[in-house]
């Protein structure tokens, strides 16, 4: 993740360089946790959230 944030600053940094956010990618790990509430929220009383047959 450090060399995914480190790349992106510098591929983005030109483009973005009066922006105020240091991370360009904070808004993906953001939408990476409503999906993930999303999902616990529509399980139903008992269900796993990943299924899986043998190992």
């Known amino acids: ?5 480190w ?3 510098k591929f983005l940094g030109s483009l973005m360089g009066g922006s105020p956010v ?3 990618l904070s808004g993906l790990r953001a939408y990476r946790v409503i999906v993930l509430k ?8 008992g ?3 990943v299924h ?4």
Do not use: C, I, N, Y
Request: charged share 40%; proline share 4%; net charge negative.
């Open 7 to 9: 790349a992106a600053g």
């Open 38 to 45: 999303k999902a616990f929220r529509e399980l139903e009383e």
């Open 22 to 24: 240091s991370d360009p």
């Open 47 to 49: 269900e796993t959230l």
């Open 1 to 5: 993740m450090r060399l995914v944030r």
């Open 52 to 55: 899986a047959d043998g190992w």
